[in-house]
């Protein structure tokens, strides 16, 4: 096979493999009478079968992922027992949580009670349904899709609240207040640093973030991501931090400190309700990080011009494992924050950054038509906006600490 027939052959199968999903929802819908409405309520149905057979495969094969690498963080094998190598492991956890018993206390409100996790799950996959896993997998694609996002994510906070109110017992109310702060202080951060990329894009839909991505540089190596700028590096580690904060992760995880509140809002949970509110939690993990690769890791886009072969709906996935597998690291080495420095950190830091981001993206924007020498100027002096603002404002955060003395230990 020459050359040219070689690119003529790869360029047809990239193609082909592109319209798969089309060609499989025509195929189903030609099956049907022609009714509008009945192909309506078919591609609804088909579009929460692909979210819920998607998202709950990935969250099971994390879960094993997560499980197996802290026990190579920790020396030991993780599970190993399960299916070949422990992979059949979330579904066993699945059977047995499903089988445990449901215990409730008795002054607690029942229906809240049972409605809490149901919630978590469901505002989770509301905000899966928005993100862009491909040209032909995005199940609801809106014009503002950036405010939606947000709109369906912060009424789990609602979810949480209801848990510890519910459930009578101060451990759990007490700790649903303090997750409502964290998850309050850090959204706001969050949302700031949205911002800086809508106003890069021009747009709030969602696709059309990734459509301002889908070029590359040099010959096709150099992906026009906006990760790749000075202002989309320190707006993704600020998103990347308040995404932590928002799904409760390790160094954030304070809602859940055993050691603490025992198991925080979800200490008079048990059962499936309690596996419900874990699920939710990864379907969150799942969320940000596909909001992360939407905006600043070019979407479904393949990192070089010649890999564009690859179907953009393995692209999407390989990224969010990458994105999934870096929490999993977090959360192996770094240790658990005291609420008054979690706050401090988002208040005095994280929010005044992002502040700083917005004025940079503006810089970057304005600058856009600067060529030659001027282009150094340029990325200097949008690293010099990020990086004064915050050298000054931390040590002005750490003015006075000093390096911890353990004096009845020497």
Not at 102 to 108: C, L
Not at 166 to 179: F, V
Not at 260 to 269: P, S, V
Not at 371 to 396: C, D, K, N, S, T
Request: glycine fraction near 8%; charged fraction near 10%.
């Amino acid at each position: 096979m020459n050359p040219f027939t070689a690119t003529i052959w790869f360029e047809s199968f990239a193609r082909r493999a592109e319209s798969l999903p089309v060609r499989i929802h025509d195929w189903i819908l030609g099956l049907l009478p022609a009714w509008p409405w009945l192909h309506w309520l078919v591609t609804a149905l088909l579009a929460i079968v692909v979210i819920l057979t998607f998202y709950g495969l990935f969250f099971a094969m994390i879960t094993v992922t997560e499980r197996k690498g802290l026990g190579r963080f920790q020396n030991r094998p993780g599970p190993n027992r399960t299916g070949p190598c422990g992979l059949l492991q979330p579904f066993a956890d699945a059977i047995k949580a499903i089988c445990k018993e449901d215990i409730v206390p008795a002054t607690a409100d029942k229906v809240l009670h049972f409605i809490a996790p149901c919630a978590t799950v469901f505002f989770g996959l509301l905000t899966l349904a928005i993100i862009p896993a491909g040209p032909y997998f995005t199940a609801l694609n809106l014009d503002a899709g950036v405010l939606y996002f947000f709109a369906a994510g912060a009424a789990s906070e609602l979810a949480i609240f209801m848990a510890g109110w519910s459930s009578h017992n101060k451990y759990s109310l007490i700790s649903s207040m303090r997750a409502l702060a964290q998850l309050i202080s850090f959204e706001l951060p969050l949302l700031l640093i949205s911002v800086s990329v809508v106003m890069a894009a021009g747009t709030l839909s969602l696709p059309g973030i990734v459509a301002g991505q889908s070029s590359w540089t040099l010959g096709g190596i150099i992906p026009q991501w906006n990760i790749l700028t000075p202002w989309g590096i320190f707006a993704f580690i600020i998103l990347f931090i308040a995404a932590l904060a928002e799904t409760n992760r390790c160094p954030f995880d304070l809602p859940e400190g055993e050691s603490e509140i025992i198991a925080g809002h979800l200490t008079e949970y048990s059962g499936f309700k309690y596996a419900l509110f874990f699920m939710g939690e990864y379907f969150g993990m799942l969320a940000l990080s596909g909001l992360a690769i939407t905006l600043f890791f070019g979407g479904w886009n393949a990192p070089c011009e010649f890999l564009q072969f690859i179907p953009s709906y393995i692209w999407f996935p390989v990224k969010l494992f990458m994105m999934m597998c870096l929490f999993i690291w977090i959360r192996a080495t770094l240790l658990r924050l005291r609420i008054d420095q979690l706050m401090r950190f988002a208040w005095k830091l994280l929010v005044p950054l992002s502040l700083v981001n917005l004025v940079v993206v503006a810089f970057w924007m304005r600058t856009g038509d600067w060529a030659g020498p001027l282009q150094l100027v340029r990325w200097a002096g949008a690293f010099a906006l990020e990086f004064v603002p915050f050298l000054l404002i931390g040590r002005h955060m750490s003015k006075g600490l000093g390096p911890r003395k353990y004096k009845y230990a020497q």
